[in-house]
């Protein structure tokens, strides 16, 4: 058996959004308990209680995070 996690970016429906992409990672479950794990380890490390690109842009936590928009942590 498999698992997959996709998700898109973009809408369809929006027409000066002339694109969509859609992207997705398929796996065994094992496989993602480990990624799991991993991952709520880094979330700890990092002080976030999740991440998501859309919030990491944004202008408030970039802020309180001393991110610049160019990428570059101060």
Do not use: C
Not at 43 to 56: E, G, R, W, Y
């Amino acid at each position: 058996m498999f698992i997959g996690f996709f998700d898109d970016s973009g809408k369809e429906s929006d027409p000066n959004n002339r694109f969509v992409a859609l992207a997705g990672y398929v796996g065994r479950p094992e496989w993602w308990a480990d990624v799991s794990t991993h991952w709520q380890e880094l979330l700890i490390f990092h002080h976030l209680d999740s991440f998501h690109l859309k919030v990491l842009m944004s202008k408030h936590f970039a802020e309180k995070s001393g991110w610049t928009g160019n990428g570059v942590n101060q």
